[in-house]
């Protein structure tokens, strides 16, 4: 399995707070099944990081998890709150994208105000060759309330990120609906951990996607923690099917519980 969003960079932003943290975050990566984590640490108001410290933290990870013999695969990138100077930054190339490809960027947008710009913002991306990854939807206010507006982002160009502790309700019980929702509508292409520390918000995978295979089949899961990872990673295009319009008749939330037994 790829993740493609978390935070195990250390003494960057909230994730992290020492190498030794970072160290323990990969392992537990490692054990869970994960071959590759994109290192994503937060660009935002509070933390200003730019390429030089975030490649500063990437490599001395690199060479700690190298030197411990941890079989997991650093990847560079970042969680990138919206902002007006997104595009100049991209230009400059302050910005780091999934692998420094220039072609994926990991686009994080305010969790409780109402939005706006967000399709001028996409659109604007994707003018410049760039495909927004749109960071766990699922516990954005904006589109919880109605994910239509994930959809018109969507058939716009952009991919959607669910974070796998909201498949499994580790958020409470309305952003897992909303993760549910957007997975059966095809608004969301990746799963990722968004991992923070090594109790509360870890960096594995399996559960999330043993569930979306349950649920959804097991191709579902596999584009979800691999195939769609991979090609973000990769620079690749990205064949992903197009958005639903209204869920189907009985694949609703509860049905998720009476498939596992009320569990």
Known sequence: MIDTHSHVLPG???????????????????????????????INFRYENGRGSIEQAFDALREAVEREGIPLELVKGAEV??????????????????????????LEFPFQRILTG????????????????????????????????????VRQGALGQVTGGSILGLFGERPQRAAMTMIERDLVHVIASDAHDTKYRKPVLAD????????????KAKAMVLDTPRALVRGDDVDVPEPVERPQRGLGFFSLFSRRGGS
Do not use: W
């Open 12 to 42: 960057i932003d909230d994730g992290s707070k020492s190498i030794e943290e970072s160290i323990e975050l990969c392992r537990i990566a490692a054990s869970d099944g994960i071959s590759t984590t994109v290192c994503t640490p937060h």
């Open 81 to 106: 709150h919206m902002s007006p100077d997104i595009l100049a930054r991209v230009r400059e190339r302050d910005l780091v994208t999934y692998n420094d490809n220039g072609r994926y960027l990991l």
């Open 208 to 219: 999330a996607a043993r569930a979306v295979e349950e649920r959804f089949g097991a191709a």
């Open 118 to 153: 967000e399709e001028e913002m996409v659109y604007r991306l994707r003018l410049a060759s760039v495909v927004p990854v749109i960071a766990h939807p699922e516990r954005i206010e904006y589109f919880m309330d109605n994910p239509d507006r994930l959809l018109q982002l």
